[in-house]
């Protein structure tokens, strides 16, 4: 029981270091203000090409990486993906494991400690609310966004019983 208990306790200091980390710096128009900062003429290409010439993790659904991810297929081991320019941070609740690293917003290239799944990663989608990652070592995992500063949605409200 403790051992279920100490899981639930670092899952929940891992997510809320990942609310924290996306709150730190954001603003209300991170996206608008990432646009403005493009210094490219006002016509722009399609959304698909601009998504893969640009390398910031964008798709025609209008998504990017950038933010706080939660993946909670399974609901005993969520999974936090922290997205802050072109660093990434991964907390693995099950094992507590935290792996950083970099990305482009295409992929995934992190420092992970032995055991840890999430090292090797590429974007298979992203939109406004759901992130695909498919890691090298663990296949296809879907993430749901974070609002800035509130938990999301789903999280277990018991602690996990033996």
Not at 57 to 69: F, N, P, R
Not at 73 to 94: D, F, I, M, Q, Y
Not at 131 to 153: A, F, I, M, N, R
């Amino acid at each position: 029981m403790h051992k279920n208990l100490r899981h639930s306790l670092i899952a929940a200091a891992g997510i809320a270091a990942a609310l924290a980390l996306t709150a730190c710096g954001s603003d209300s128009g991170s996206d608008k203000a990432a646009t403005s900062k493009d210094p490219k003429p006002a016509a722009t290409p399609s959304s698909s090409s601009a998504a893969s010439s640009s390398g910031v993790g964008t798709d025609a659904k209008g998504g990017s990486v950038e933010g706080g991810w939660i993946s909670m297929a399974n609901p005993s081991k969520p999974v936090v993906l922290t997205v802050k320019g072109k660093t990434a941070v991964v907390v693995e609740g099950a094992s507590g494991l935290t792996c950083q690293g970099t990305t482009d917003g295409k992929s995934f290239d992190l420092k992970c400690p032995a055991g840890a799944l999430h090292a090797k990663g590429q974007v298979a989608s992203v939109g406004t609310a759901e992130l695909k990652v498919t890691w090298q070592e663990l296949g296809t995992e879907t993430y749901q966004k974070s609002e800035p500063g509130k938990l999301p949605t789903g999280l277990p409200t018991a602690i996990p019983k033996p």
